[in-house]
């Protein structure tokens, strides 16, 4: 899967080897691409401890994910993605509040 170096010339229009490109762009503009081309869309998201956005997007077959980290500014980097995405069941146990 050749995404990073599409996702890059795509949105940022950039043209530069693959090792170089940057996996960065608009947020709006990632989440619109990988939509149209792989039928993405946000299953999950979380704050970091550093105050980015975590966001798991999959394929509704989960035939491919995306992990993106998005900051204050609205930037959003790819920094994971693949294929055969499985969720796990949660366990009782880790929906109950601890003490």
Sequence with gaps: M???PVVASL???VALPAQA???CAAREA???????RYQEAPIAM???NGGE??????SADGATW????????GRSCMVAAGD?????PLAMSQLEPTS
Excluded: P
């Design 21 to 23: 490109q940057e996996n």
């Design 2 to 4: 050749m995404r990073w």
């Design 30 to 36: 990632v989440i619109d691409y990988l939509s149209d």
């Design 84 to 88: 055969s995405w499985r969720s796990a």
């Design 66 to 73: 995306t992990i993106l980290v998005t900051s204050s500014d």
């Design 46 to 48: 979380g704050m970091t």
């Design 53 to 58: 956005v975590l966001e798991i997007l999959t």
């Design 11 to 13: 949105c940022c229009g």
